[in-house]
């Protein structure tokens, strides 16, 4: 899958993470791209360390680890605004 395609899987990830997520962060839905499209890139590379396929694809999985990867992001980026 190319770069094109992780870049384009992140801005939807990022509206969804937003969605499960909601909340005041700062950036709008710029900041809400950047950490979808990061999710994106997380989540890919965390599935793959603990042995799954990671993103393979425009598919329902690579969709899930995606968001999984953006909302960690999303919490860290919460975390580290609090400070």
């Not at 395609?5 to 509206?15: E, F, K």
């Not at 997380?42 to 990671?54: E, Q």
Request: charged letters at 10%.
């Amino acid at each position: 899958m190319g770069i094109l395609s992780w870049i384009i899987m992140g801005l939807l990830v990022g509206v969804v993470a937003k969605l499960i997520m909601p909340g005041n962060d700062g950036g709008g839905f710029i900041m809400t791209i950047i950490l979808g499209i990061a999710g994106a890139f997380v989540g890919g590379y965390v599935s793959k360390f603990f042995g799954f396929n990671g993103f393979t694809g425009f598919n329902f999985g690579s969709f899930i680890i995606a968001t999984v990867g953006a909302i960690i992001l999303l919490l860290a980026y919460r975390m580290l605004k609090k400070k």
